[in-house]
Every structure is written in C-alpha cells, then in structure tokens.
C-alpha cells in the first residue's frame, strides 16, 4: 500500500513557476513508476509526466516539454514536478500517481492516487 500527498500548488502570473511535491509512504514506494496528471472541471484527467523507479528515465506530454521536469528522491519517498513559463492553460488540479511501470502510469494504470493539488495560473 502506497499513499500520495501533493503540495505545493497556488496561485501564479503567467511566466511564472512552480514546484509540486508528492510524498509518498509505503514500505514498497521504491518499487513504482511515478507520475503527474492533471484534470480540469468537465474534461478527462490528462498525463503530464512520468518517471521511473530509479529516476533513470522520463516520459512528457507534448504540451509540456521543455517547460515541465519531473524527478524523485527515493530516500526523501518524494517526488517533485518543477514548473516553469507557466500558462492559463496549466491550469488544473494535479494528481500525483504510483503505477508498477512508467508504462503503466504513462498509458493511466496507475495504482494509487494522491487527493491534488490546485495550480491556478492568471494572464
């Protein structure tokens, strides 16, 4: 059993930044694919980010890319999504997940589920 708690969200100008933390508990935490989703009122949860159980590899939504970085401390059991030339469009709540594989939170077969964070960009 794994449980995810997000922090770090707010609000921010456009241009701005953020980082997202995910701390996670759970003896097997080590052992999971990590990820960031996000989800807007009314529309389908969407996958950010993801990465391995080693933070050797990661995966970005195009939408992302280059603005976007995601990252884990596996002795801190936390893991980090760093936000940068943030847009309106960002705007969501973002849900840290736990899957077996990058695969696996990549195509939404993630495990375990955080409760949010809210991140709010203005124009």
């Known amino acids: 059993q794994v449980q995810l708690v997000e922090s770090g969200g707010g609000l921010v100008q456009a241009g701005g930044s953020l980082r997202l933390s995910c701390a996670a508990s759970?003896?097997?935490?080590?052992?999971?694919?990590m990820g960031w989703f996000r989800q807007v009122p009314g529309k389908e949860r969407e996958h950010v980010a993801c990465?391995?159980?080693?933070?050797?590899?990661?995966y970005y939504a195009d939408s992302v890319k280059g603005r976007f970085t995601i990252s884990r401390d596996n002795a801190k059991n936390t893991v980090y999504l760093q936000m940068i030339s943030l847009k309106p469009e960002d705007t969501a709540v973002y849900y840290c997940?736990?899957?077996?594989?990058?695969?696996?939170?990549?195509?939404?077969?993630?495990?375990?589920w955080g409760q949010g964070t809210q991140v709010t960009v203005s124009s």
């Open positions: 990465i391995t159980r080693y933070g050797d590899s990661t």
């Open positions: 997940a736990a899957g077996l594989s990058i695969s696996a939170v990549r195509d939404g077969r993630a495990i375990y």
């Open positions: 759970g003896r097997t935490y080590n052992y999971y694919g």
